[in-house]
């Protein structure tokens, strides 16, 4: 059975309008308030969205500009007094599938609203195929990635990635070198999707099958550069950082290409790590080698590293603002339990903080605590 959601606050319209859907064997939602609408129609899965323009709390216009921002595929259409033709260009500008004036010839609507929702099961027939598709791909991806990190007594080491399509451009792994070494990489291919997903394979094909070779963090940086970043399209690159954790010595060495700075947590206080080198890819008129820099420093017992993609201090709420370092830094400062205990708090203070807004950006941390 299709389902209809009817955003609309005259008892009337509202009333008759249910009649003849139903009527018409749709199953059929009603909302009187346009944020309670906005928020239904994000978490149903509805066959067409019938928004009347003047609602209380949010009109029409701007449900239908907010859901098409976000890539709503649903048909919307938009049933108003506002008859002028101003008012409708607005509307169809929005991204509205019809704009209908009232008062309006239920049986000119209903026909319309029929051949809306074929035209999107024809056309969701052969989208589905592919979502299934990129569903494959997703799982492909996320089983690729470590679910269980290294079991080293002296460090405490968790990690998470959460794509914001259905396939991401974050990656993050762990290489055991020898019984004494740990090192860590997160990486972020510009873009997303698809192209992005697939340089993330080959970037975890280079790193595995470089081990031998890796002796410091900034080495497998190199052999990216070497093996992959000469490759890329011109408008293609990727953002990595390493960290080289010495069990032996107490210490970490940190190597990054044009990445965000790594945070230290020691004590209460949140000390930043950057050091210097430029993104891998296309480098016409500069030496990747020689700008790449390496920082080490000394760690001890309760000292945490946190090492992450832009995807978190970007993240989005309604009001378009970021979560941005300084809730992230806040968020650090806070109790600290377990490296999983510390990404599971992020992840939800995130979830807060985009209450339901879609992600643009993949979402990547990797927490190494140590004991």
Known sequence: ???????????????????????????????????????????????????????????????CARLKKEGYATPIFMLTGL?????????LGLGADDYIPKPFSIQELL??????????????????ALDQEFRKAREIQQGSLPKIPPRIDTLDVWGTMVPATHVGGDYFDYLLLGPRKLAVIVADVSGKGLPAALYVQKMQGIVQASKTMIRTAGDILLQLQEHLGTTMEPSSFITAVTAMFDLDRHTVEFASAGHLPVFRRRASKIEEIKPDGMWIGQTIGRNFDEELRRTTVEYGPGDVFVLYSDGV??????????????????LLRGKMGTSKALIQQAMRSLQRFAGGTPQSDDITIVVIRAQ
Do not use: W, Y
Not at 111 to 119: F, K, Q, S, Y
């Open 1 to 63: 059975m299709k389902t209809v959601l009817i955003a609309e606050d005259d008892p009337a319209v509202r009333q008759g309008l249910q009649a003849n859907l139903e009527r018409e064997k749709l199953k059929v939602l009603v909302e009187r308030d346009g944020r309670a609408a906005l928020a239904r129609a994000r978490r149903e899965n509805l066959d067409l969205l019938i928004l009347d323009v003047m609602l209380p709390s949010m009109s029409g216009f701007d449900i």
């Open 313 to 330: 201090v970007e993240c989005m709420n309604e009001h378009s603002h970021e979560f941005g370092f300084d809730r992230f830094r806040r």
């Open 83 to 91: 008859a002028d033709e101003g008012s409708k260009m607005r509307g």
């Open 111 to 128: 026909l319309r609203i029929r051949n809306a929702i074929e035209r999107t099961e024809r056309t969701l027939g052969s989208a589905r």
